[in-house]
């Protein structure tokens, strides 16, 4: 992976206030593709269908260039440039990917200017980002591990170590664990592996993925 680290929404988020008789809501979820973040503008666009706008914006990490990016973003129907580039902005400054947010508007009968619509359109998409939260997912390989009982021991206390994470246990015949290591630790990581059991291990690649170590 060339690609090390990459932000993006902790979970789904959704929050609301009023301007000048104007309500907005803001919504922002993590979306790993666009199609995925397509769905969710649907989604919101079918449960405000009286609101006067689903102005929107995302930006998916490539699925073909590690590190690009897919951005796009919509007024849908304010004045051009009030929304959607707003919302974009505040996605950009945050440093988050695999992000789609979207601030549906219902009018209160008071124009806000093209200067009040580019706050309250920024202020929806930060105030959802805040309360979303943001996590850092790294790269990572997933390994499966398959050694003797006896062995087992030596090897436990690298459990609790930054950058690895058990995702599973199997005590059968052998014990059989399946862990996720960040990618930068990973290489080393197998070398200590085989020492510490004197070769008496077997290590399996997976796949590579990214994962939030916290």
Request: net charge neutral; glycine share 8%; charged share 25%.
């Amino acid at each position: 992976m060339t690609e090390q680290a990459y932000k993006t929404p902790k979970i789904y988020a959704k929050i609301s206030f009023a301007e000048k008789k104007s309500e907005f809501i803001g919504y922002i979820k993590p979306a790993a593709s666009e199609k995925e973040a397509q769905g969710f503008l649907e989604e919101i666009r079918a449960s405000n269908r009286k609101a006067n706008h689903n102005c929107w914006a995302y930006v998916i990490r490539s699925e073909i260039a590690a590190g690009g990016t897919t951005v796009r973003y919509s007024d849908d129907g304010e004045p051009s440039g009030t929304a959607g580039a707003p919302i974009l902005d505040v996605l950009t400054k945050a440093g988050l990917t695999g992000a789609v947010c979207v601030v549906t508007r219902y009018f209160g009968g008071i124009l806000l200017g093209a200067g009040g619509l580019v706050r309250a359109y920024s202020k929806a998409a930060s105030l959802a980002v805040s309360e979303a939260g943001i996590r850092t997912m790294s790269a990572a390989r997933k390994l499966c591990v398959t050694l003797e009982y006896p062995l087992y021991s030596k090897i436990e206390r690298v459990f609790t170590s930054r950058g690895l994470h058990v995702e599973s246990r199997d005590f059968s015949e052998n014990v059989t664990l399946t862990l996720v290591v960040h990618d930068e630790l990973a290489d080393k990581f197998i070398q200590d592996l085989i020492e510490s059991c004197n070769g008496a291990v077997v290590v399996e690649f997976i796949q590579n993925e990214y994962f939030d170590f916290g």
